[in-house]
């Protein structure tokens, strides 16, 4: 099977397509013809040489999360399971490829109506948001301000917040990202690149209840000091390249609560079905920016690498 492996650590060029055996699966497993690949932005870390939440010895095939259809399954599994189509979690490798054998307890069925491409574009990121706004906890009038809100995620947070009832600040890199933040709910949208941002955060709502962290760093800082008394934080991602790192007697100084969720593996799971669950109901569109095809995943970690992305990008295998 065609296959793109990492076999040293280090930029993009470093992801080299190849071939590999086709998996066979084992007792209690199935096999995934993959159509479609979902990368994170972990992912590009972990190819850089961080090891962050993923481990394996090189060489290895990377990616972590895939969409296809169940086409052969082991021993003490379910027969009836062959043609369903699925997304599904690797283990944390294994992804960039056209076939992969998994756990037959880890796929998640497909709603009928919804596209492959859309299913996989909310496997991690629409389990993401979906327990992020959970673990907030917002209220209708809330002020919201999502960060990194052109991204995977954030493009989603921004549609569950609105629907929350929530007033939505977008806050993106660039005119061409913050231009895309209106169409998805967001009531005010600024570029955090303009050295004003936060005055203008700030004239548009005065102060935020809620700041859901995607950048970290100094924006990530910036935008804790214009929470209000009783708000909350919870932080998902670090395209800074570092965490807010806000000191927690900083947080208790201001009356500011620090969240961070703590989910057991069956909770993800649910979270992931929700999100599919609301986007054949309507009320939850992924944004995918870009697509590349398999043997081309060094020019997708490249792209996002580059912060010229939006929404998700994915590989699209068949």
Same mark, same amino acid.
């Given at each position: 099977?065609?296959?793109?492996?990492?076999?040293?650590?280090?930029?993009?060029?470093?992801?080299?397509?190849?071939?590999?055996?086709?998996?066979?699966?084992?007792?209690?497993?199935?096999?995934?013809?993959?159509?479609?690949?979902?990368?994170?932005?972990?992912?590009?870390?972990?190819?850089?040489?961080?090891?962050?939440?993923?481990?394996?010895?090189?060489?290895?095939?990377?990616?972590?999360?895939?969409?296809?259809?169940? &086409? +052969?399954? @082991? !021993?003490? =599994?379910?027969?009836?399971?062959? /043609?369903?189509?699925? $997304? #599904?979690?690797?283990?944390?490798? *294994?992804?960039?490829?056209?076939?992969?054998?998994?756990?037959?307890?880890?796929?998640?069925?497909?709603?009928?109506?919804?596209?492959?491409?859309?299913?996989?574009?909310?496997?991690?990121?629409?389990?993401?948001?979906?327990?992020?706004?959970?673990?907030?906890?917002?209220?209708?009038?809330?002020?919201?301000?999502?960060?990194?809100?052109?991204?995977?995620?954030?493009?989603?947070?921004?549609?569950?917040? &609105? +629907?929350? @009832? !929530?007033? =939505?600040?977008?806050?993106?890199? /660039?005119?061409?990202? $913050? #231009?895309?933040?209106?169409?998805? *709910?967001?009531?005010?949208?600024?570029?955090?690149?303009?050295?004003?941002?936060?005055?203008?955060?700030?004239?548009?709502?005065?102060?935020?209840?809620?700041?859901?962290?995607?950048?970290?760093?100094?924006?990530?800082?910036?935008?804790?000091?214009?929470?209000?008394?009783?708000?909350?934080?919870?932080?998902?991602?670090?395209?800074?390249?570092?965490?807010?790192?806000?000191?927690?007697?900083?947080?208790?100084?201001?009356?500011?609560?620090?969240?961070?969720?703590?989910?057991?593996?069956?909770?993800?799971?649910?979270?992931?079905?929700?999100?599919?669950?609301?986007?054949?109901?309507?009320?939850?569109?992924?944004?995918?920016?870009?697509?590349?095809?398999?043997?081309?995943?060094?020019?997708?970690?490249?792209?996002?690498?580059?912060?010229?992305?939006?929404?998700?990008?994915?590989?699209?295998?068949?």
């Amino acid at each position: 099977m065609r296959a793109v492996w990492l076999r040293e650590f280090g930029g993009p060029e470093v992801l080299a397509a190849g071939s590999a055996p086709d998996p066979v699966p084992g007792p209690g497993q199935v096999l995934i013809d993959v159509a479609h690949v979902n990368i994170t932005f972990v992912e590009t870390q972990f190819r850089a040489g961080w090891s962050g939440p993923f481990g394996g010895n090189l060489p290895l095939i990377p990616g972590n999360g895939v969409g296809g259809v169940i &086409a +052969a399954v @082991g !021993a003490d =599994v379910d027969p009836a399971l062959v /043609g369903r189509r699925v $997304v #599904s979690g690797t283990g944390g490798s *294994g992804a960039y490829a056209e076939k992969v054998v998994v756990d037959a307890t880890m796929p998640i069925e497909v709603p009928e109506g919804l596209p492959l491409d859309v299913a996989v574009a909310l496997l991690a990121d629409g389990r993401t948001a979906t327990m992020l706004v959970d673990t907030v906890g917002l209220r209708p009038g809330e002020r919201v301000l999502v960060e990194a809100a052109a991204g995977g995620v954030g493009s989603l947070l921004v549609q569950l917040a &609105a +629907a929350a @009832g !929530a007033r =939505v600040v977008g806050l993106a890199g /660039g005119p061409g990202k $913050v #231009s895309l933040l209106p169409e998805l *709910g967001a009531d005010v949208a600024v570029d955090y690149l303009r050295p004003n941002w936060t005055e203008q955060v700030r004239a548009a709502t005065d102060g935020v209840d809620v700041v859901f962290d995607g950048v970290g760093g100094e924006v990530g800082r910036a935008a804790f000091r214009l929470l209000e008394p009783g708000g909350r934080m919870i932080s998902f991602g670090l395209a800074s390249g570092e965490w807010a790192g806000v000191p927690a007697e900083d947080a208790a100084d201001r009356g500011v609560t620090l969240l961070r969720p703590d989910v057991p593996p069956a909770r993800l799971r649910a979270y992931t079905e929700k999100a599919l669950a609301e986007a054949v109901a309507g009320r939850l569109r992924p944004v995918i920016g870009q697509r590349f095809p398999l043997e081309r995943a060094s020019d997708a970690h490249a792209a996002i690498g580059s912060r010229a992305t939006v929404g998700k990008t994915l590989l699209d295998v068949r």
